[in-house]
């Protein structure tokens, strides 16, 4: 696993969902391997999950939207998973140091869905930006048509599929 750094290479897109795609492509997981998931999640984040063939595993949080911790564990101990993903619900910041020690517990990568949260920070650094990958999406909270950004630690991302531009443009 790289090194987190402590400033994230930062890359735009049309759409957080695009920077998610791409940046799931910058880790060495492959087709079935696994993803913690929490079970109150946007269908587009699947999507690419989907897209990329990696099997989905759900944790339970609890009416606060947090993780219940107990059931992660008794499920990274169940299920063979490589990646984590922890969302900032609204933009309210999760316990960041706390999945920073379970995924160093367990070997899973950490990955930050902060799209419904652009502009939240942690001690002035970005919401999306402490996991090897992050994403946000100011156009949500910005009156804008699109917008989407990766935090990236470790690597630069490489076009992956020359078909999908890194800035889809839609007339409709």
């Not at 790289?2 to 897109?13: A, G, M």
């Not at 101990?77 to 490589?82: S, T, W």
Request: include cysteine; charge should be negative.
């Amino acid at each position: 696993m790289p090194l987190v750094q402590t400033n994230p290479e930062t890359f735009l897109f049309a759409h957080a969902r695009t920077a998610f795609w791409y940046g799931l492509q910058q880790l060495p997981m492959e087709r079935g391997q696994i993803m913690l998931v929490p079970d109150y999640v946007c269908e587009v984040v699947l999507h690419a999950l989907g897209d990329l063939g990696i099997s989905i595993v759900y944790y339970p949080v609890d009416d606060r939207f947090v993780p219940d911790w107990k059931a992660l564990e008794d499920l990274v101990n169940d299920e063979p998973a490589q990646a984590f993903l922890i969302i900032h619900y609204f933009g309210q910041p999760q316990d960041v140091e706390r999945a920073k020690v379970f995924c160093k517990q367990h070997g899973l990568w950490l990955i930050e869905d902060n799209a419904h949260g652009h502009g939240g920070t942690i001690d002035g650094r970005p919401l999306g930006s402490f996991g090897v990958l992050g994403f946000s999406s100011p156009y949500k909270q910005l009156q804008s048509n699109s917008g989407g950004i990766l935090y990236l630690n470790g690597k630069q991302v490489e076009r992956i599929n020359e078909e999908l531009s890194a800035y889809p443009i839609s007339l409709s």
